[in-house]
């Protein structure tokens, strides 16, 4: 009988060890999950940002163009007079 109510006391704390391991991974498994949302988030941000960083450059690259031409319609000018 004692081994018995041995056996049955170490099965008892390896169920609750199991069941403190299950809940760990749980936990784990919900910031991983919420990790993952961040880094999908985060990626999207830097998208976005990408594309304005790449549309503020475009709009740089034409002004500058522009003041090119304007300041080459300028000299043609200043020569013919």
Avoid: P, Y
């Avoid at 081994?3 to 299950?22: F, G, P």
């Amino acid at each position: 009988m004692r081994a018995r109510e041995t056996d049955r006391a170490k099965i008892d704390q390896l169920l609750v060890t199991l069941s403190n391991i299950e809940a760990e991974i749980n936990l784990l498994k919900r910031r991983i999950a919420e990790l993952e949302g961040e880094v999908k988030r985060i990626k999207q941000e830097n998208q976005r940002l990408m594309s304005e960083l790449t549309r503020a450059r475009t709009v740089a690259i034409e002004h500058d163009i522009r003041i090119v031409t304007q300041t080459d319609i300028c000299r043609i000018w200043i020569r013919r007079l």
